[in-house]
């Protein structure tokens, strides 16, 4: 019983890394054929590019960058240069100055120029980011609201420092400020920190992982600072509301 083997084709193709004149940031590969005609591979090259076919030139240089051949007939196939696979370079050089890959725009966008327009002229557009953004204030006023407590929890930490004495409500539990500041950990806006004279607090000072302050155990809370009424409040007498 005879047998026979599948003979598959002889794999022609070869692999070459692109660079280009105008583009010096530019770095891709390629696998085409050696069958490959070059103004085939020129119109492959010109998607790749941007590089007009009529003002493509291609050359084949080896990976110190010495050319190696000049790929100057179109009607010839990339055989006839006897590429390398892996080991040569496919220059392109664009010989067209005005186009879109001169002048590095398309790498260096600082050179592109930027659309810009005047407060007056942006608010007499019909629609406009802004016009968009009050609007949504004026259907979700919260976001608003919360800006405005920001600034008012601001406001009454501008008179609270640390070492003040203080009153605490709900309780009148008095204590001595040893924070205040903001404590994202703990949620948006100001807090102040509380070491009470009594242990009724949560703490020592320390809240998720986080040192605030340093305190003894259980003498330590860390509350919004319209509870915190700061002034004369000396430690209380244990023994001042006792009968006699």
Request: charged content about 30%; some cysteine.
């Amino acid at each position: 019983m005879s047998s026979s083997k599948l003979q598959l084709p002889a794999d022609d193709s070869v692999l070459l890394l692109l660079t280009h004149s105008n583009l010096s940031t530019f770095s891709s590969d390629i696998r085409v054929s050696k069958q490959t005609s070059v103004e085939s591979l020129k119109e492959k090259l010109w998607r790749k590019t941007g590089t007009a076919v009529a003002s493509m030139r291609l050359q084949l240089r080896d990976d110190t960058g010495a050319m190696v051949a000049d790929l100057d007939h179109d009607d010839a196939t990339l055989a006839a240069y006897s590429p390398y696979d892996g080991w040569y370079r496919l220059h392109i050089i664009d010989l067209d100055p005005s186009s879109v890959t001169s002048g590095g725009w398309l790498e260096d966008t600082s050179l592109v120029e930027k659309y810009t327009i005047s407060d007056e002229a942006y608010n007499k557009l019909d629609t406009n980011f802004r016009k968009f953004k009050e609007k949504m204030v004026m259907k979700n006023p919260a976001s608003d609201d919360k800006q405005q407590s920001d600034k008012h929890m601001e406001e009454l930490c501008a008179n609270i420092k640390v070492g003040d004495r203080c009153e605490v409500e709900p309780g009148a539990k008095r204590g001595t400020v040893k924070f205040v500041g903001r404590a994202e950990a703990l949620g948006r806006g100001f807090w102040v920190g509380i070491q009470y004279d009594e242990p009724l607090g949560k703490h020592d000072g320390m809240v998720k992982g986080i040192r605030f302050f340093e305190c003894p155990q259980g003498h330590g809370a860390i509350v919004r600072p319209e509870k915190v009424k700061v002034g004369d409040y000396p430690e209380s007498d244990p023994f001042e509301e006792e009968e006699i």
